[in-house]
């Protein structure tokens, strides 16, 4: 199975750039796409597709979020942090079964 | 608009077979694939399985063995079934319209296993 890292929290200031890391145990690269996609959750609701395929913003979302990297490292980016933003992050693979998650990262204000 | 709604029991005991039913709105189940997708309490969510557009089905490996997912198209309807349950299969399940990245989500039921 991938692998996908992610640090457990991260505190950023309000008006501030958060940038949220995801490691995949193996490229998930493919054909110059990369098979990467980004989810914000907030307590008791379900997960909100943000990016796909490592920098495509989903409908809806703001231009504030922002995806990158390729292969095996990842990133998504939050600029600027508004109060909204304080949630869940999760980055998801699909290149190989089974489709895997990382385990989140806690976006905190300072 | 896109809609998927999860149903079934709250609450199945140890060893149980869990039923759940997904009825979507807004699309056709013959266009495009639909997954379940399950999460515990406080964890990452963790991919089950998916029912493609075509009919054909696709299982997460750590699951295959008690898990099954089928479809009938005319409720627009997708199925999960999964036997043996234990403890550790408590969360809320999900299911989600599926592009290989997942856009639309249902509610998601929570499914409590305990005596």
């Known amino acids: 199975d991938i692998v996908l890292t992610q640090s457990p929290a991260l505190a950023v200031s309000l008006e501030q750039r958060a940038t949220i890391s995801c490691k995949t145990s193996q490229n998930v690269d493919n054909y110059g796409i990369s098979y990467m996609h980004w989810y914000q959750q907030k307590p008791g609701q379900q997960p909100k597709l943000l990016i796909y395929?490592?920098?495509n913003l989903a409908s809806g979302i703001p231009a504030r979020f922002s995806g990158s990297g390729s292969g095996t490292d990842f990133t998504l980016t939050i600029d600027p942090v508004e109060a909204d933003d304080i949630a869940t992050y999760y980055c998801?693979?699909?290149?190989?079964?089974?489709?895997?998650f990382g385990s989140g990262t806690k976006l905190e204000i300072k | 608009q896109v809609q998927l709604k999860e149903s079934g029991p709250g609450l199945v005991q140890p060893s149980e077979t869990l039923s759940l039913t997904c009825t979507v709105s807004g699309f056709s189940l013959t266009s495009y694939s639909v997954s379940w997708v399950r999460q515990p309490s406080g964890k990452g969510p963790e991919w089950m399985g998916r029912m493609w557009y075509d009919g054909d089905t696709a299982y997460n490996s750590a699951l295959k063995s008690r898990l099954s997912i089928s479809r009938d198209t005319s409720k627009n309807q997708v199925f999960l079934k999964m036997n043996s349950l234990q403890t550790d299969d408590t969360g809320t399940y999900y299911c989600?319209?599926?592009?290989?990245?997942?856009?639309?989500w249902g509610q998601g039921t929570l499914v409590t296993v305990s005596s």
């Open positions: 998801q693979q699909s290149k190989d079964y089974p489709l895997t």
């Open positions: 989600t319209r599926d592009h290989g990245w997942f856009a639309y």
């Open positions: 395929e490592g920098s």
